[in-house]
Protein backbone atom coordinates (compact mmCIF):
# COMPACT_ATOMS: atom_id res chain seq x y z
CA UNK A 1 0.00 0.00 0.00
CA UNK A 2 0.65 3.70 0.17
CA UNK A 3 1.48 4.29 -3.45
CA UNK A 4 1.64 8.00 -4.76
CA UNK A 5 1.41 8.46 -8.54
CA UNK A 6 2.30 11.37 -10.98
CA UNK A 7 1.25 12.54 -14.51
CA UNK A 8 3.10 13.54 -16.40
CA UNK A 9 6.22 11.80 -16.05
CA UNK A 10 8.21 13.79 -18.67
CA UNK A 11 6.84 17.08 -20.56
CA UNK A 12 8.81 19.68 -22.39
CA UNK A 13 7.21 22.57 -23.31
CA UNK A 14 7.36 26.14 -24.35
CA UNK A 15 8.27 28.73 -22.86
CA UNK A 16 5.13 31.29 -21.91
CA UNK A 17 2.82 28.27 -21.69
CA UNK A 18 1.51 26.57 -18.61
CA UNK A 19 2.34 23.17 -17.67
CA UNK A 20 0.02 21.12 -14.79
CA UNK A 21 1.52 18.35 -12.99
CA UNK A 22 -1.36 15.70 -11.04
CA UNK A 23 0.10 14.13 -7.89
CA UNK A 24 -2.37 11.13 -6.72
CA UNK A 25 -2.61 9.04 -3.49
CA UNK A 26 -3.72 5.77 -5.22
CA UNK A 27 -4.16 3.67 -2.25
CA UNK A 28 -4.63 6.27 0.42
CA UNK A 29 -6.33 9.55 1.57
CA UNK A 30 -3.88 12.09 1.98
CA UNK A 31 -5.20 15.41 3.68
CA UNK A 32 -1.21 17.38 3.05
CA UNK A 33 0.38 16.74 0.10
CA UNK A 34 3.86 18.60 -0.41
CA UNK A 35 5.61 19.92 -3.56
CA UNK A 36 9.33 19.53 -4.09
CA UNK A 37 11.75 21.10 -6.49
CA UNK A 38 14.80 19.53 -7.23
CA UNK A 39 17.47 20.93 -9.54
CA UNK A 40 20.71 18.46 -10.73
CA UNK A 41 22.94 17.51 -7.70
CA UNK A 42 20.95 19.55 -5.40
CA UNK A 43 18.43 18.30 -2.62
CA UNK A 44 15.25 18.20 -2.65
CA UNK A 45 13.53 21.72 -1.78
CA UNK A 46 10.14 22.35 -0.02
CA UNK A 47 8.04 24.95 -2.25
CA UNK A 48 4.64 24.30 -1.07
CA UNK A 49 1.94 22.69 1.42
CA UNK A 50 -1.17 21.89 -0.11
CA UNK A 51 -3.74 20.71 2.26
CA UNK A 52 -7.46 19.60 1.12
CA UNK A 53 -9.71 22.12 0.58
CA UNK A 54 -7.50 25.26 2.05
CA UNK A 55 -4.99 27.21 0.30
CA UNK A 56 -1.44 26.36 0.05
CA UNK A 57 1.00 27.13 2.33
CA UNK A 58 3.73 28.69 -0.26
CA UNK A 59 8.06 28.46 1.15
CA UNK A 60 9.62 31.53 1.25
CA UNK A 61 10.93 32.66 -2.23
CA UNK A 62 8.38 30.69 -4.35
CA UNK A 63 5.97 32.54 -5.83
CA UNK A 64 2.40 31.46 -5.78
CA UNK A 65 1.16 33.52 -8.84
CA UNK A 66 3.44 30.98 -10.65
CA UNK A 67 3.35 27.99 -9.05
CA UNK A 68 -0.24 27.46 -8.53
CA UNK A 69 -1.58 24.69 -5.92
CA UNK A 70 -5.14 22.31 -6.26
CA UNK A 71 -5.63 20.07 -3.72
CA UNK A 72 -9.35 19.97 -4.39
CA UNK A 73 -9.82 15.89 -2.74
CA UNK A 74 -8.24 13.59 -0.22
CA UNK A 75 -6.22 11.91 -3.18
CA UNK A 76 -5.48 14.64 -5.98
CA UNK A 77 -3.34 17.93 -5.42
CA UNK A 78 -1.98 19.57 -8.70
CA UNK A 79 0.51 22.04 -9.58
CA UNK A 80 0.47 24.47 -12.26
CA UNK A 81 3.43 26.20 -13.77
CA UNK A 82 2.17 29.33 -15.46
CA UNK A 83 4.19 31.18 -17.74
CA UNK A 84 7.01 28.81 -17.40
CA UNK A 85 10.48 29.63 -18.41
CA UNK A 86 13.40 27.76 -19.08
CA UNK A 87 14.76 28.33 -15.54
CA UNK A 88 11.56 26.28 -14.25
CA UNK A 89 13.21 23.29 -15.48
CA UNK A 90 13.76 20.83 -13.26
CA UNK A 91 12.37 17.90 -11.46
CA UNK A 92 8.93 18.60 -9.35
CA UNK A 93 8.22 15.91 -6.64
CA UNK A 94 5.21 15.04 -4.52
CA UNK A 95 4.94 13.73 -1.41
CA UNK A 96 1.85 13.06 0.38
CA UNK A 97 0.95 12.24 4.14
CA UNK A 98 -1.48 9.73 4.78
CA UNK A 99 -4.42 11.15 6.73
CA UNK A 100 -4.10 9.45 10.64
CA UNK A 101 -0.45 8.65 10.21
CA UNK A 102 1.09 11.94 10.47
CA UNK A 103 4.98 10.32 10.17
CA UNK A 104 4.61 8.50 7.13
CA UNK A 105 5.30 10.47 4.04
CA UNK A 106 5.49 8.98 0.68
CA UNK A 107 6.76 10.18 -2.41
CA UNK A 108 5.44 9.84 -6.52
CA UNK A 109 8.21 9.21 -8.97
CA UNK A 110 8.56 12.82 -10.06
CA UNK A 111 8.00 14.84 -12.94
CA UNK A 112 10.87 15.78 -15.02
CA UNK A 113 10.02 19.62 -16.73
CA UNK A 114 12.19 20.94 -19.38
CA UNK A 115 10.66 24.70 -20.82
CA UNK A 116 12.45 25.48 -24.16
CA UNK B 1 15.85 25.24 9.05
CA UNK B 2 18.07 22.69 6.99
CA UNK B 3 19.79 19.49 8.92
CA UNK B 4 23.58 19.22 8.18
CA UNK B 5 25.10 15.97 6.61
CA UNK B 6 28.09 15.06 6.44
CA UNK B 7 30.38 13.48 4.67
CA UNK B 8 29.07 15.22 1.22
CA UNK B 9 30.21 12.01 -1.14
CA UNK B 10 31.77 9.17 0.03
CA UNK B 11 33.55 6.17 -2.39
CA UNK B 12 33.36 2.36 -1.33
CA UNK B 13 34.54 -0.81 -2.12
CA UNK B 14 31.97 -3.47 -2.33
CA UNK B 15 31.99 -5.06 1.40
CA UNK B 16 33.10 -2.13 2.92
CA UNK B 17 31.18 0.13 5.98
CA UNK B 18 30.05 3.50 5.95
CA UNK B 19 28.41 5.91 8.18
CA UNK B 20 26.59 8.75 7.40
CA UNK B 21 25.67 11.75 9.77
CA UNK B 22 22.69 14.05 10.14
CA UNK B 23 22.29 17.13 12.46
CA UNK B 24 20.37 19.75 13.58
CA UNK B 25 20.84 22.71 15.85
CA UNK B 26 17.26 21.97 17.48
CA UNK B 27 15.79 19.23 18.84
CA UNK B 28 14.09 17.56 16.52
CA UNK B 29 10.58 15.33 15.99
CA UNK B 30 11.79 12.70 13.87
CA UNK B 31 14.39 11.93 11.38
CA UNK B 32 13.61 9.97 7.67
CA UNK B 33 16.54 8.61 6.01
CA UNK B 34 15.56 8.06 1.90
CA UNK B 35 18.16 7.01 -1.15
CA UNK B 36 17.65 8.42 -4.33
CA UNK B 37 18.82 6.74 -7.33
CA UNK B 38 19.94 9.34 -10.40
CA UNK B 39 16.29 10.38 -12.45
CA UNK B 40 14.41 8.60 -10.11
CA UNK B 41 12.19 9.69 -6.91
CA UNK B 42 13.58 9.17 -3.22
CA UNK B 43 13.06 6.06 -1.55
CA UNK B 44 11.78 5.79 1.53
CA UNK B 45 13.93 3.75 3.94
CA UNK B 46 13.35 4.47 8.12
CA UNK B 47 12.07 7.00 10.05
CA UNK B 48 13.00 7.40 13.88
CA UNK B 49 10.76 9.21 16.24
CA UNK B 50 12.36 7.97 19.76
CA UNK B 51 16.05 10.04 21.43
CA UNK B 52 18.12 7.07 21.90
CA UNK B 53 16.54 5.11 19.36
CA UNK B 54 18.04 2.33 16.73
CA UNK B 55 16.50 0.68 14.03
CA UNK B 56 17.49 -0.99 10.31
CA UNK B 57 18.26 -4.40 9.95
CA UNK B 58 21.92 -6.30 9.96
CA UNK B 59 22.92 -4.35 6.53
CA UNK B 60 21.01 -1.08 7.06
CA UNK B 61 20.59 0.69 10.14
CA UNK B 62 19.85 3.76 11.72
CA UNK B 63 19.90 5.73 15.04
CA UNK B 64 18.80 8.66 16.56
CA UNK B 65 20.89 10.44 19.66
CA UNK B 66 19.14 10.80 23.06
CA UNK B 67 18.88 14.62 22.38
CA UNK B 68 17.40 14.17 19.16
CA UNK B 69 19.54 16.24 17.65
CA UNK B 70 21.59 14.03 15.43
CA UNK B 71 21.15 10.98 13.47
CA UNK B 72 23.66 8.31 11.91
CA UNK B 73 22.91 6.14 8.87
CA UNK B 74 24.74 2.79 8.53
CA UNK B 75 25.63 0.71 5.78
CA UNK B 76 27.54 -2.99 6.58
CA UNK B 77 28.70 -4.93 4.38
CA UNK B 78 28.14 -2.29 1.50
CA UNK B 79 26.65 -3.86 -2.32
CA UNK B 80 26.50 -2.12 -5.38
CA UNK B 81 23.16 -1.55 -5.22
CA UNK B 82 23.52 0.74 -2.33
CA UNK B 83 25.10 3.54 -4.73
CA UNK B 84 22.89 6.40 -4.53
CA UNK B 85 22.32 9.97 -3.03
CA UNK B 86 21.27 9.66 0.61
CA UNK B 87 19.10 12.69 2.12
CA UNK B 88 18.26 12.81 5.72
CA UNK B 89 14.36 14.63 5.68
CA UNK B 90 13.86 16.20 9.99
CA UNK B 91 10.17 17.25 11.03
CA UNK B 92 10.54 19.92 13.79
CA UNK B 93 7.39 19.53 15.10
CA UNK B 94 4.15 16.86 15.14
CA UNK B 95 2.43 17.76 11.54
CA UNK B 96 5.53 19.89 10.25
CA UNK B 97 7.45 19.75 7.17
CA UNK B 98 10.18 17.21 6.06
CA UNK B 99 13.21 19.39 5.25
CA UNK B 100 16.05 17.44 3.65
CA UNK B 101 19.53 17.93 3.98
CA UNK B 102 21.82 18.33 1.18
CA UNK B 103 22.09 14.82 0.65
CA UNK B 104 25.29 12.32 0.60
CA UNK B 105 26.56 10.85 -2.15
CA UNK B 106 27.40 6.70 -2.18
CA UNK B 107 29.27 5.19 -4.23
CA UNK B 108 30.08 1.56 -4.26
CA UNK B 109 32.78 0.00 -6.68
CA UNK B 110 33.69 -3.59 -7.46
Known amino acids: GAVVSQHPSRVICKSGTSVKIECRSL??????MFWYRQFPKQSLMLMATSNEGSKATYEQGVEKDKFLINHASLTLSTLTVTSAHPEDSSFYIC????????????FGPGTRLTVT | QQPVQSPQAVILREGEDAVINCSSSKALYSVHWYRQKHGEAPVFLMILLKGGEQKGHEKISASFNEKKQQSSLYLTASQLSYSGTYFC???????????FGQGTELSVKP
Open chain 1, 95 to 106: SARRSGLPNEQY
Open chain 2, 89 to 99: GTVNNQGGKLI
Open chain 1, 27 to 32: DFQATT
